[in-house]
């Protein structure tokens, strides 16, 4: 099977031409595609194509359905995304699109069907455990909803693939119907916060706990989750009195990895307080002692929040941890990324500048902390008050 490459004026710009298996009356089935590129990339996308076509893998455009364009999207972008990128994407697409709508065939795929398939999963779109077997059935799971975050994925990748296929005309369509359907509003679970004396209470808590360090590290400076947990100890500038944000811990597939920030609003660096310093210093103490206490098994990863043994913290453990010691404080029920939520309000309502908050916790603009975070704001945006100095004073009450 040959094919042509045609110059279209454009330096980058090529007709792909080759023969796709004949047609169901018998005629020749030629098939052209623009392709944008070297001259080098547009020979080794023909290869490919028409490999594609020898091998069985075409599929007529025409009778193309969501599953086939998906997965085409997918192996397309494989090697362009970030690893957890391709890995949700292909999970969103397996367990909420495909059982759905991956049997329509794309033309058919019209704005009314989306806005069907999305009301639907929100509805009962995923399998959740049950803790107890039901009585009457013996099902251990139910139908539940998908938060409309969820859902809201789901219709940009759907909107994301068939934009792709048109593009690269693997399908033949004037209009994407998704961008005739309404995104749904996502609704934010509400934000929990601990007081100035809570937070106090709650560092006392921890104080001794392998759980200590990521705590007062998100309560003293908003920094994330993620972060935290990969905080290295060349990171930290005992000397300059500041912190590095440069990597965050990920989660894929079983394997916990370091990743790096996805954007220069992540990358930052901050001062941090006297009392945080301090803190940091002790602790490197009591690591250089549990390194001695584990000898060659000791996991050398630099790490500043870490398990006994050196190792990175898993995630969940952490967040058991943080309810324990919390039940402890005998303060308000929060979840870890509520440590960042209570560090950014307490600095607004202190009067740090909204400018610095913005930039420490890497928000890639001061109006997104402005939005989130404008009630916390007093009428007398004065002097800038450190949060530290607000713990203080609430441990001196």
Request: net charge positive; with cysteine.
């Amino acid at each position: 099977m040959k094919g042509s490459k045609i110059p279209l004026g454009d330096p980058k710009s090529w007709r792909l031409v080759y023969d796709a298996p004949r047609k169901e009356n018998g005629k020749r089935n030629q098939i052209w595609v623009t392709f944008h590129g070297t001259s080098k990339q547009a020979d080794a996308e023909r290869a490919r194509l028409i490999h594609e076509a020898e091998s069985g893998q075409y599929v007529d455009p025409s009778k193309m359905t969501v599953d086939e364009l998906l997965q085409k999207y997918l192996d397309a972008n494989e090697g362009r995304w970030a690893r957890k990128t391709h890995l949700g994407y292909s999970e969103k697409i397996k367990n909420y699109i495909s059982p759905q709508l991956g049997n329509t065939q794309i033309e058919k795929l019209t704005a009314s069907r989306i806005d069907k398939f999305l009301s639907e999963i929100q509805k009962t779109g995923r399998k959740k455990p049950l803790i107890l077997p039901d009585p009457t059935t013996g099902e251990d799971q139910e139908w539940t909803g998908v938060s409309s975050q969820t859902a809201n994925h789901c219709r940009a990748i759907l909107r994301s693939a068939i934009n792709w296929g048109i593009r690269k005309e693997v399908i033949k369509l004037n209009t994407n119907p998704v961008s005739r359907t309404d995104s749904i509003k996502v609704k934010h679970e509400e934000m929990k916060t601990l007081t100035a004396e809570e937070s106090v209470r709650l560092v006392d808590a921890c104080n001794g706990s392998i759980w200590e360090m990521p705590i007062v590290l998100s309560l003293y400076t908003g920094m994330r989750q993620g972060e935290c947990l990969a905080l290295r100890w060349s990171d930290v500038d005992f000397k300059a009195g500041t912190i590095k944000v440069r990597h965050s811990l990920q989660y894929i597939q079983g394997k916990l990895s370091l990743k790096v920030p996805k954007n220069d609003y992540s990358e930052r660096t901050f001062e941090a307080t006297p009392e945080l310093l301090e803190l940091l210093k002790k602790h490197k103490e009591v690591q250089k002692l549990r390194k001695l206490e584990y000898g060659d098994v000791y996991q050398n990863l630099n790490l500043v929040c870490a398990m006994e043994d050196g190792y990175y913290m898993r995630t969940s453990m952490l967040c058991k941890g943080l309810r324990e010691i919390i039940d402890q404080a005998k303060v308000t029920r929060i979840r870890f990324h509520d440590l960042r939520h209570t560090h950014i309000s307490l600095s607004l309502a202190n009067g740090e500048s909204l400018v610095r908050v913005s930039r420490r916790v890497g928000h890639a603009d001061p109006t997104i902390t402005l939005k989130r975070y404008s009630h916390c704001i007093p009428g007398d945006m004065g002097a800038p008050v450190q949060l530290a100095d607000a713990l203080k004073r609430a441990r001196e009450q």
